[in-house]
């Protein structure tokens, strides 16, 4: 009986595919590699694109199904609204891609969003001597709570092989500890109007957060596809022993990803003050389950190695899109998380049985 | 006389491709059947179809005459079928006679386990084949040649009358491998029908006394091994010619590669030394857990040394990390690819650039049409089968894996080439393309240091032969004043 459970066994489909495409190599035959070609091809298109298809007939069965849902300023709303979760989740798929998991990321909204805001609010008692500051100060301040939040759970992790998910874990219960000991529980209100820009503005229509997350998106891309520090990282996930091997630092990989994680996550946090107009020390509660969520929908593997952030940007909007759609039908919010809980075991089902499957 | 098993027009096909299109069998009672076959050849999923866990397409099974149908390993095993798979499946947390009896386990009273009777029989079973194996002891602190005696325990204690076995020596020393073919003739005098599934032909005519090919997904031949000679079995397993099964023109120069002198390492390794010169291909023979891999640890900065110097180019060096010694020129071909070779799930092309990103991406970003030419390269000139580049590397035979293994560390031109087991779980036509490599960088004044545990290959290919005894070399031998027997001896 093979044992599923250790990560070294080859898997059962990899297998399967092995024996048949040995065979096929073996005939040689110029045509029939062509029609396997075909079918291979067929096979990474429903692969790479299956969930934006799910995704495009989500959105036609609500545009059908209720005629508020494709105006504009529905559509802007969903993007609004997904913004947050899509900045944490692309943070979160490079952490995942390397095996780990980053449970911190609502915490860390919360306390990078309570210190930044402590320095732009105008509010006399609740910010620090001298607040407010200039913009640029405030979401420097943030971004480095952030970062210096990951670099302590990269650290650990990397440092001192303690399991991602206890690291985290522990950073999720200091870093929401942090924030209400700086803010002493109270909120911070306020916020100047130059920092709530990055919330609320826009430019030419498109709203600031959108803009932000295209932003966050394509550099991710970039470095995740083009650049050799994605090939560390999809190295060092899929097997982090032949990662060594061929001369990779995995620690400084390792580390440098929650690095990542933490930053958007700060950056998360201020978008969301930005937005709210006050800092609170009770935001972002959960919001690493809709990161993670997304990253899983969008059919990243939690044993690392495998999974792309376009795949993430759609899962954050199909969880955005359907929390949308589940409001314009009136549908009480309860039973939304219902089926957001059906909708990410559904999506990790289809997505065994794809590459699994007989 | 009756048959045990036998087998006709088997087909499977996965998605439209013919893994296997006719498999042939018959086994009697009494006698080992080798079955043999390249990768890709259709073996795996022969064996996958009679446990039951592929259904086929077409074709009878008939055990003892009977028509079967397996639709789970559990029902092959009840019709009196057990298989020793490759790869090891151990519980690392249970013992020994717990892993043995997993899911059968004798019942005690209120529906316990009688712990007592369990491993009483599991050590009387170890003891039968002469394993040295404690039934009391955890899994986990086995060695993994241990780990695949119990395996093979295993699959004897259900008390099966047709045993196959898929590779059982690949993981495990001479000696032991001595114990588990008396272990077989044991088996065969009970009137029991073997069948042994290896690439090492010469444990076949050892252990085996008739055969089956496979070939592409088909049956072959099948015939007496007494009838056909060692070329001869390799030809129908190739389909051509092979003019010799290993490959070897170089010559060593009197310059010195590499020298490794009293190295040593707590628990692992003691007092090493040789050294190795240009050109020269030097092999390092010994049992699993003597302490070769340790070597290769240590020279490659994975382990770090207590005592010892090392010297590439007669300057010495001190290497601490893989890096360090990447940057020295050598390379390091691990022993498992699975496990510390290749990235599995990725495209053949990243496997292949992977241990040189920092040349690939001298601006971060990186250099595209670089690491696709470099890709087709090594693709030529190793001759890996693959119908993409980016298609994953889990995809192919392990022939043309441990070639991409091999092209990811020539393609930074290496002066030094450390070798661990090159050619495991490779088919005998992918083995001689290996030893061409190996055997023209070291004609064009490579270093080759390369551990092996098979005999032939091991005095096939060095010039000169470390034999390596827990931990301690036992000595030095030149090619010509070694034998395979000496070789055993001195190992153990």
């Known amino acids: 009986m093979p044992n599923h459970s250790s990560t070294y066994q080859p898997e059962p489909g990899q297998g399967v595919r092995s024996a048949a495409e040995e065979k096929m190599m073996s005939v040689g035959d110029d045509k029939k590699a062509k029609g396997w070609l075909g079918s291979e091809q067929r096979r990474l298109l429903i692969q790479e694109y299956g969930i934006f298809l799910a995704f495009l007939i989500l959105v036609a069965v609500l545009?059908?199904?209720?005629?508020?849902?494709?105006?504009?300023?529905?559509?802007?709303?969903?993007?609004?609204?997904?913004?947050?979760?899509?900045?944490?989740?692309?943070?979160?798929?490079?952490?995942?891609?390397?095996?780990?998991?980053?449970?911190?990321?609502?915490?860390?909204?919360?306390?990078?969003?309570?210190?930044?805001?402590?320095?732009?609010?105008?509010?006399?008692?609740?910010?620090?001597?001298?607040?407010?500051?200039?913009?640029?100060?405030?979401?420097?301040?943030?971004?480095l709570v952030g970062i210096a939040c990951g670099a302590v759970s990269g650290l650990i992790v990397s440092r001192f092989s303690v399991p991602a998910f206890v690291a985290t874990l522990g950073m999720l219960s200091a870093a929401r500890g942090l924030t209400l000991i700086y803010g002493g529980g109270r909120p911070v209100p306020a916020l100047t109007p130059a920092f709530r820009w990055i919330g609320t503005g826009d430019v030419f229509g498109i709203p600031a957060p959108v803009i932000?997350?295209?932003?966050?998106?394509?550099?991710?891309?970039?470095?995740?596809?083009?650049?050799?520090f994605g090939r560390y990282i999809y190295a060092v996930g899929g097997n982090p022993h032949a990662a060594r091997t061929s001369g990779i630092n995995i620690t400084r990989i390792q580390f440098v990803v929650y690095v990542?994680?933490?930053?958007?996550?700060?950056?998360?946090?201020?978008?969301?003050?930005?937005?709210?107009?006050?800092?609170?020390?009770?935001?972002?509660?959960?919001?690493?389950?809709?990161?993670?969520?997304?990253?899983?929908?969008?059919?990243?593997?939690l044993s690392g190695g495998v999974g792309r952030v376009t795949g993430t940007l759609i899962g954050a909007l199909i969880i955005g899109v359907m929390n949308n759609g589940l409001d314009l039908m009136g549908?009480?919010?309860?039973?939304?998380?219902?089926?957001?809980?059906?909708?990410?075991v559904g999506a990790v089902m289809l997505d065994q049985k794809r590459n699994y499957g007989a | 006389m009756e048959l045990l098993l036998e087998v006709e027009g088997l087909k499977k096909s996965f998605g439209g491709v013919a893994a296997l299109r006719d498999g042939r069998f018959q086994l009697r009672a009494g006698t080992v059947h080798a079955l043999c076959g390249g990768n890709g050849a259709g073996k795996s999923t022969f064996l996958k179809i009679l446990m039951g866990i592929f259904k086929r397409d077409a074709g009878a099974i008939r055990r003892r005459g009977k028509e079967v149908e397996f639709t789970s390993p559990a029902d092959a095993l009840a019709s009196g079928i057990a298989i020793i798979e490759q790869e090891l499946s151990p519980v690392p947390h249970m013992t020994v006679a717990e892993n043995i009896y997993l899911g059968r386990?004798?019942?005690?009273?209120?529906?316990?386990?009688?712990?007592?009777?369990?491993?009483?029989?599991?050590?009387?079973?170890?003891?039968?084949?002469?394993?040295?194996?404690?039934?009391?002891?955890?899994?986990?602190?086995?060695?993994?040649?241990?780990m695949q005696l119990v395996e093979i325990a295993k699959a004897l204690s259900h008390d099966a009358e047709v045993i196959f076995m898929d590779e059982p020596t690949s993981a495990i020393g001479e000696r032991e491998a001595q114990h588990l073919f008396d272990a077989i003739r044991r088996l065969q005098a009970q009137g029991r029908g073997i069948v042994y599934v290896s690439h090492r032909l010469s444990e076949i005519f050892q252990i085996a006394d008739s055969y089956?090919?496979?070939?592409?997904?088909?049956?072959?031949?099948?015939?007496?091994?007494?009838?056909?000679?060692?070329?001869?079995?390799?030809?129908?397993?190739?389909?051509?010619?092979?003019?010799?099964?290993?490959?070897?023109?170089?010559?060593?120069?009197?310059?010195?590669?590499?020298?490794?002198?009293?190295?040593?390492?707590?628990?692992?390794?003691?007092?090493?030394?040789?050294?190795?010169?240009?050109?020269?291909?030097?092999?390092i023979y010994g049992l699993m857990g003597a302490g070769r891999t340790e070597i290769f640890n240590c020279l490659f900065g994975l382990d770090k040394p207590s005592a010892g110097r090392v010297a590439v180019d007669g300057a010495e060096v001190t290497i601490s990390k893989p890096a360090d010694a990447m940057a020295l020129g050598l390379a390091l071909v691990t022993e498992d690819r699975k496990l510390t070779g290749l990235n599995l799930s990725d495209s053949v092309r990243a496997n292949i650039c992977m241990a040189s990103l920092p040349e690939m991406s001298p601006a971060f970003a990186m250099d595209r049409t670089r690491e696709a030419r470099a890709s087709r390269d090594m693709r030529e000139q190793f001759q890996i089968k693959a119908a993409r580049d980016t298609m994953p590397v889990s995809g192919l035979s392990g022939g043309n894996q441990q070639k991409v293994v091999l092209g990811k560390w020539f393609l930074r031109n290496p002066k030094v080439l450390l070798l661990d087991e090159p050619t495991r779980g490779v088919d005998v036509g992918a083995k001689r393309e290996i030893y061409r490599i190996i055997s023209d960088f070291a004609a064009a004044g490579g270093t080759v240091v390369m551990i092996s545990s098979e005999i032939d290959e091991v005095l096939g290919m060095s010039d000169r032969i470390m034999v390596m005894r827990a931990g301690r070399s036992a000595g030095i031998f030149s090619r010509e004043e070694t034998d395979a027997q000496s070789l055993v001896h001195l190992s153990t």
Do not use: H
């Not at chain 2, 009688?114 to 170890?126: C, E, P, T, V």
């Not at chain 2, 070897?248 to 009293?262: D, F, L, R, S, Y």
């Open chain 2, 212 to 283: 089956t090919v496979f070939r592409d997904g088909a049956y072959v031949g099948s015939g007496a091994l007494a009838d056909i000679d060692r070329p001869g079995l390799i030809r129908m397993i190739v389909g051509r010619e092979l003019s010799e099964e290993y490959v070897k023109t170089n010559a060593p120069t009197p310059e010195t590669g590499i020298e490794v002198v009293a190295l040593s390492c707590p628990n692992k390794i003691e007092d090493i030394s040789f050294s190795v010169r240009k050109g020269e291909i030097f092999g």
């Open chain 1, 260 to 301: 990542i994680s933490g930053g958007l996550a700060g950056f998360a946090g201020m978008l969301l003050s930005a937005r709210t107009g006050s800092a609170l020390p009770q935001a972002g509660i959960a919001y690493e389950l809709d990161a993670i969520a997304a990253v899983v929908i969008g059919g990243t593997s």
């Open chain 1, 331 to 344: 549908i009480q919010s309860y039973y939304q998380q219902v089926l957001k809980g059906a909708l990410i």
């Open chain 1, 63 to 143: 545009s059908v199904s209720n005629e508020f849902f494709l105006t504009a300023g529905n559509i802007s709303n969903v993007l609004l609204q997904t913004s947050i979760n899509g900045v944490l989740a692309i943070g979160m798929t490079f952490v995942i891609l390397t095996r780990g998991i980053d449970l911190s990321v609502g915490s860390v909204v919360a306390l990078a969003g309570i210190v930044s805001a402590s320095f732009v609010t105008s509010s006399a008692t609740a910010g620090i001597s001298g607040a407010p500051y200039p913009v640029a100060l405030g979401i420097g301040i943030g971004l």
């Open chain 1, 212 to 228: 932000i997350l295209a932003i966050v998106f394509a550099v991710s891309w970039w470095i995740l596809n083009r650049t050799r």
């Open chain 2, 105 to 146: 386990e004798p019942k005690a009273r209120f529906g316990g386990i009688d712990f007592r009777a369990m491993n009483r029989s599991a050590q009387k079973l170890l003891d039968d084949l002469e394993f040295d194996i404690r039934a009391t002891s955890y899994m986990m602190n086995l060695s993994v040649a241990q």
